[in-house]
């Protein structure tokens, strides 16, 4: 098991301690969090998501490259599953693997203000 998953094993775990949801098994699939990118993060190339191929080549045949592009359009109400080839999994995928990117880039003092309020915000809708 890699780090990554270790650590997404951990988030899963608290957030069905914490809220007694898990990852994207609400509001049809969909998981809210505030994005926080910096600078740096939002030129990184889609790859640093660690994405399926699948998931991956859809974006990019979409227009994304970087991490910000695709930060910015779901900002703006993108919706990723009209993209050919990504559906509900690769809609999952792709959240989660950003969720995962915001907090890897975080101290641990703010991963945990974080997933307290990532909590916050989907236990109330």
Known sequence: MTKNS????QIKK???????IGLHERHGGKFYFSMRLTPQM???DIAALDLSVRATNGLRRAGYHTVGELCIDLSNGADLKKIRNCGAKSYSEI???????NLANMSEQRQ???ILETIEKNHRM
């Not at 270790?6 to 094993?9: A, D, I, L, R």
């Not at 608290?14 to 007694?20: H, P």
């Open 6 to 9: 270790e650590k997404y094993e």
């Open 14 to 20: 608290i957030f069905k301690d914490t809220a007694g």
């Open 112 to 114: 945990r203000l974080f």
């Open 95 to 101: 959240m989660e693997k950003l969720f995962l990117f």
């Open 42 to 44: 939002e030129v990184c």
